[in-house]
């Protein structure tokens, strides 16, 4: 069984390399880029500009092939993939929720850029919290590992 | 350009059609169902069992096309897609955030099943506060709406 999809836009971002890119949203306060969609897609931004936060669902084009078992950013140790955020993934699908600043047309400035120049965009939602938001999350590995490097280095880039 | 994807699994929940079925994870809290990996992602899955709750990104495969505006559920009024979580997407993926209640094997277990049956699943990733979480959060037009029915109806299923 194969599923087939097709970017909607793409982002431009500072990043040209997956070394010393913020890690998550979170890691990137401050950094500015643009979601650039199809034409096609104007009409299917309307009333998006409510939110203040959206979430990215991006093609990771330059993740490297997946790996059963990678040492994450932030640890030292070799982690199931399914219980990391590395890009090198069966389906190389990230996630980023970004703040919303401004759409003009089919071009969406957006804040917390985590994310490769040129990344296929593959869908946006609206962030909301409600739905979203959990009362008590245990984070496993994480919760034992401090701060560490907010930025990436190349280990799953291609 | 195209992408393609293959499932990495399938979900199994109690629902057969969209009516009736939760629209968030938010929703569907006791409901129980099950995500079925392909034994090759057996060993991807060590270390999930320290996270409480996981993301499923799933393809919506009963989706219908999509259309530029809709209806959301909550809402009477036409929306642009984006602005909504409505499945008729130009890729149709979901974002499921679930309480991971068990592991075994390539059966992980799960509670706030808003998937139907069969759903075939993308990737999986590990839900983290930290990385998800936003201060200040503004939900334009789910702002206004009150709480509504919290079950689909059939309006986006093939």
């Not at 399914?82 to 069966?90: E, G, L, M, V, Y």
């Given at each position: 069984?194969?599923?087939?999809?097709?970017?909607?836009?793409?982002v431009h971002s500072p990043f040209q390399?997956?070394?010393g890119t913020p890690i998550q949203p979170s890691r990137a306060k401050g950094i500015e880029g643009t979601v650039?969609?199809?034409?096609?897609?104007?009409?299917?931004?309307?009333?998006?500009?409510?939110?203040?936060?959206?979430?990215l669902?991006?093609?990771?084009?330059?993740?490297?092939?997946?790996?059963?078992?990678?040492?994450?950013?932030?640890?030292?140790?070799?982690?199931?993939?399914?219980?990391?955020?590395?890009?090198?993934?069966?389906?190389?699908?990230?996630?980023s929720v970004v703040r919303l600043l401004?759409?003009?047309?089919?071009?969406?400035r957006i804040e917390g850029v985590d994310l490769l120049d040129?990344t296929?965009?593959?869908?946006?939602?609206?962030?909301?919290?409600?739905?979203?938001?959990?009362?008590?999350?245990?984070?496993?590995?994480?919760?034992?590992?401090?701060?560490?490097?907010a930025v990436s280095?190349?280990?799953?880039?291609?």
């Amino acid at each position: 069984m194969k599923i087939e999809y097709r970017p909607i836009g793409f982002v431009h971002s500072p990043f040209q390399t997956a070394s010393g890119t913020p890690i998550q949203p979170s890691r990137a306060k401050g950094i500015e880029g643009t979601v650039v969609l199809e034409d096609e897609f104007i009409e299917a931004l309307s009333d998006l500009d409510g939110f203040s936060h959206i979430i990215l669902i991006c093609h990771l084009h330059r993740a490297l092939p997946f790996k059963l078992k990678v040492v994450p950013y932030l640890d030292t140790e070799l982690r199931g993939l399914f219980a990391t955020r590395a890009p090198s993934r069966p389906n190389p699908i990230g996630i980023s929720v970004v703040r919303l600043l401004a759409i003009d047309g089919p071009r969406l400035r957006i804040e917390g850029v985590d994310l490769l120049d040129g990344t296929p965009v593959l869908d946006i939602k609206p962030f909301v919290r409600d739905f979203d938001d959990e009362i008590e999350v245990r984070c496993g590995w994480l919760d034992e590992v401090s701060g560490g490097d907010a930025v990436s280095d190349g280990r799953f880039e291609r």
